[in-house]
């Protein structure tokens, strides 16, 4: 994870080189479990952070990194649990720590308003996946590094030169490991952007 961490840091900083082309966003996502992570938590996660730091390639075309936490959390009444071929019943709260970290792309498409900018974005990247089912005393943990893609559309609504609300629809579509089925889910964002 400190690698992560430091591989992070270099990218922020070369991308700082130039700041009067780069943006900051911060939002709060809603998150709803989709496909395999849905069968194991089927209620939306009310739980994370996403931050991204984009730089301008064009006028309407932005190059970033983004990174982020999202949390899903369910307590399930008495129920089977399998894992492979065995097999646990009681009751389970059962968590998901997911950590994307993906670079990507933004096309903002100007419609004639200076003040509201559609645009749709595509990224790939990495999710780090924590997946901990907990009985009483006893836990089962699974964890994976997931390729992932992540498709994305959004609104722009600038309300000054350098700051924005932002509104976005993301899709993280996690791929499969050998320890744990891709953990894919559909992101509601809300944040600001913020011009340096």
Same mark, same amino acid.
């Given at each position: 994870m400190k690698a992560v961490i430091l591989l992070l840091l270099v990218a922020l900083g070369s991308m700082g080189a130039s700041a009067q082309h780069n943006s900051f966003m911060a939002s709060y996502p809603v998150s709803f479990p989709m496909g395999d992570l849905h069968s194991y938590i089927n209620k939306p996660g009310f739980r994370g952070i996403s931050f991204e730091f984009n730089k301008a390639i064009s006028h309407e075309t932005y190059a970033g990194l983004e990174v982020g936490w999202n949390v899903f959390y369910q307590h399930v009444t008495k129920q089977e649990y399998k894992d492979g071929t065995a097999s646990v019943a009681g009751v389970q709260y059962r968590y998901i720590n997911a950590f994307p970290i993906i670079v990507g792309g933004k096309y903002y498409m100007h419609t004639g308003s200076k003040a509201a900018y559609p645009y749709a974005g595509i990224g790939a990247g990495t999710v780090y996946v924590e997946r901990a089912t907990n009985f009483g005393l006893y836990q089962i943990y699974k964890d994976a590094w997931q390729?992932?893609?992540?498709?994305? $559309?959004?609104?722009?609504?600038?309300? @000054?030169?350098?700051?924005?609300?932002?509104? %976005?629809?993301?899709?993280?579509?996690?791929?499969?490991?050998?320890? $744990?089925?891709?953990?894919?889910?559909? @992101?509601?964002?809300?944040?600001?952007?913020? %011009?340096m």
């Open positions: 390729f992932c893609m992540r498709p994305e $559309l959004g609104l722009d609504l600038q309300f @000054s030169h350098h700051e924005s609300l932002f509104f %976005a629809a993301k899709y993280f579509w996690n791929f499969n490991t050998s320890s $744990l089925d891709g953990q894919s889910w559909l @992101s509601l964002n809300m944040g600001v952007r913020v %011009a």
